[in-house]
């Protein structure tokens, strides 16, 4: 009998748990959810875990070149911990700065009614505009965003 009560027990916190995962719908629901915008990840997000105590993994189909003011490279997987208005401990997402690639290390929205998003990025924080990630950008494999990217500042390569 004890061991039926510690099965339904487990079986009962196991339901709720993952329902509180599947209430949250998309990876862009979640962050919304906890006051970030839907946009700080691309579209094409395959999957994602977020653990009892707010570590959150998100795995894309592979690594990938989006643009929000500057460029951002997402790792196959992303992972940090997930708290409200916050995304801590990022690993997986560096971000262009004057030609030098610096991981971003945390993402905080402090007020949102500041219309502003801080990146810390170690050497400095970085204030954006929460504009900027309303919406969850395509996020093109390395080599295709490269070469679009050199053809729209006129700089084609000629052989």
Not at 28 to 42: F, T, V, W
Not at 96 to 112: A, G, Q
Request: glycine share 8%.
């Amino acid at each position: 009998m004890k061991t039926s009560f510690m099965a339904f027990s487990l079986l009962g916190f196991f339901s709720l748990f993952f329902f509180s995962l599947s209430s949250a719908g998309t990876i862009h629901d979640l962050l919304r959810s906890r006051g970030l915008p839907a946009g700080l990840l691309p579209k094409d997000v395959k999957s994602y875990t977020l653990d009892a105590d707010g570590r959150l993994q998100v795995f894309l189909d592979g690594p990938c070149l989006t643009k929000y003011e500057n460029r951002v490279f997402f790792d196959s997987v992303v992972t940090a911990n997930l708290s409200y208005g916050g995304l801590i401990g990022v690993v997986g997402l560096t971000q262009e700065e004057l030609f030098l690639w610096l991981p971003v290390k945390d993402i905080i929205v402090d007020d949102p009614n500041s219309g502003l998003i801080l990146f810390d990025i170690g050497l400095a924080h970085k204030q954006l505009s929460l504009s900027l990630f309303e919406d969850p950008p395509d996020c093109k494999p390395q080599g295709v965003l490269q070469k679009n990217a050199r053809k729209e500042k006129g700089f084609e390569f000629v052989r």
